[in-house]
């Protein structure tokens, strides 16, 4: 889930000074405009990796915002176990620190440490995590309905970064107090940080509450990217006046664009070439290991679903014919997703995937899939904002249950660029056998192409994780997308089935 915030985000020293005064009054007149008002509480919370600058954003939020309408609380204040709070549910600290309606409450660390760190430190098991998990679920969603408006924030570093970070601040001699024993500490844990964090984000971003994640290295993108977020989200809120939404947190829009404008598609290299000749010794290498894979013993234990999205013309059905034809015809399944029939539309909106879900040593290929609710009914208004915010935490549950029901989930995104898609869709106009491939709604899904950038950049985000992690393909070239794609399911099984003897 931290692809994008490991791009190397950065924003220029006069850009920042540019923008960052306005934005900042404004944010100002939006807090004494809540506390006139007083209909809602503002609640923000501060989490992330050790150096990411999370120390530095809570100043800001001070020197941004008006302090003396901001309640803060910190994790020494509130990991300290005091008598009083060890006598009470472990949320009752919580509880108490929450700010009235017309303020502000900012919770660095918050109640998500507890979680985080129980399971990091061995604490707490994995059953009792969830207990708590669903207890803050709860939680949320009745702050939500009483009207609260909760940011999350997740400051991230790579871990390569956090090192990096960590060491100049402490050759700095103004900073080096930072750097604390426990920092080094977490830095040798980032690996089960990371694991448990990505779990803990991926359960609890929902669309009342979703996650917001900051790539930490560079402070001004860092703070600019905060500022824009709490500021359109509480301008959203307020503007609504008196009216009283169950879903505002989500229908705020939080999931905005970068504010340096790089995305994670924009680091894809899309030309990658190979040799003809080398193609075709390749490919039928892979057919053959990946024909080998699904005919290994383990594999009747386990299922495999395969899930092909990506733009127009990106060359999804020539991949999915090169897939099959390594595959035994009376094993696997193609299922090509268009707009939901009646009947579908009467149950719930994931039930038309539920029952394709493939037996032990079956094969599902999805040409579309469960996604489309993130990205064309998203772009198109098919669906309102909170059914589709909603809907990552709804896909990342049922493919959590997928896995844990043994079965193999390999997710493609083929990339092609705006130039190679049009060249594709007058070819396909212009000879005959192809016309029916390209129509109309193609042409008008193309004008609409930023959008749908932004939408498969924050699916990826939100959607890809250590169980079921979206493959990248880079597509301008047909030849070196379908090696991708075989060589990506061949080492996907052969870690599942080599893990499945152990």
């Known amino acids: 889930m931290f692809e994008s915030a490991e791009l190397g985000h950065k924003i220029d020293k006069a850009r920042y000074q540019e923008e960052m005064p306005e934005l900042r009054q404004a944010l100002l007149d939006a807090q004494y405009e809540l506390r006139e008002k007083g209909d809602f509480p503002l609640i923000i919370l501060i989490n992330g990796f050790d ?29 300290s176990s005091s008598e009083e709070s060890a006598q009470r549910p472990w949320m009752w600290r919580y509880w108490n620190a929450l700010p009235p309606k017309g303020r502000t409450g900012v919770f660095f660390g918050s109640w998500y440490s507890d979680v985080l760190f129980g399971r990091v430190y061995d604490k707490t098991d994995e059953k009792q995590a969830m207990l708590q998990i669903g207890q803050i679920l709860a939680f949320e969603k009745k702050l939500c309905a009483e009207g609260a408006l909760i940011l999350k924030f997740w ?30 500490n977490h830095h040798k844990m980032y690996d089960r940080i990371y694991h448990q964090a990505e779990q803990l984000l991926r359960m609890t971003s929902t669309g009342e509450a979703p996650w917001v994640l900051v790539e930490g290295e560079d402070a001004r ?17 307020l503007n609504r006046g008196g009216e009283r939404r169950h879903h505002a947190a989500a229908e705020v829009a939080p999931l905005l664009p ?25 490919l039928a290498v892979l057919q053959g290991r990946l024909h080998e894979l699904t005919r290994h013993p383990n594999f009747k234990k386990q299922a495999l679903m395969i899930v092909f999205e990506g733009n127009d013309a990106a060359g999804k059905g020539g991949a999915i014919r090169r897939v099959t034809a390594a595959l035994d015809a009376r094993r696997y399944r193609i299922v090509p997703i268009a707009a939901p029939s009646q009947d579908e539309r009467a149950k719930p909106w994931l039930w038309r995937f539920w029952r394709e879900t493939p037996k032990k040593g079956g094969i599902t290929i999805f040409d579309r899939s469960w996604y489309g609710r993130v990205l064309v009914e998203r772009v198109e208004n098919f669906c309102s904002e909170h059914e589709w915010m909603r809907a ?27 130039e190679e898609q049009l060249k594709r869709f007058k070819e396909r106009e212009e000879t005959g056998f192809k016309r029916f491939k390209i129509t109309e709604e193609d042409w008008r899904n193309r004008e609409k192409w930023d959008q749908y950038k932004d939408a498969v950049c924050d699916m990826i985000d939100r959607t890809s ?27 996907a099984l052969e870690s599942r089935l080599l893990k499945s003897n152990g």
């Open 221 to 237: 993108y860092r703070d600019l990217t905060v500022a824009r977020v709490i500021y359109q989200a509480l301008r959203s809120r």
């Open 392 to 418: 990552y935490n709804e896909i990342n549950n049922f493919e959590q249950q997928l896995v844990a029901g043994n079965i193999i989930v390999v997710k493609f995104w083929l990339a092609i660029s705006s």
């Open 155 to 184: 400051f991230h570093l790579s871990k390569e970064k956090q090192k990096k970070r960590l060491k100049s601040l402490e050759a700095d001699k103004k900073s080096a107090w930072r750097v604390t024993e426990t920092d080094w």
């Open 258 to 282: 970068p504010v340096d404008g790089l995305q994670l598609l924009d680091t894809l290299v899309l030309d990658r070439t190979v040799d003809k000749e080398e193609y075709k010794t390749e």
């Open 51 to 79: 150096g990411a600058g999370r120390g530095e954003t809570l100043h800001q939020l001070n020197e941004w915002m008006d302090p003396r309408l901001i309640q803060v609380s910190a994790e020494t204040a509130l990991f």
């Open 465 to 491: 994780t250590q169980s079921a992690p979206w493959t990248l393909v880079e597509a301008n070239n047909k030849l070196y997308a379908r090696l991708k794609i075989l060589r990506t399911l061949c080492n």
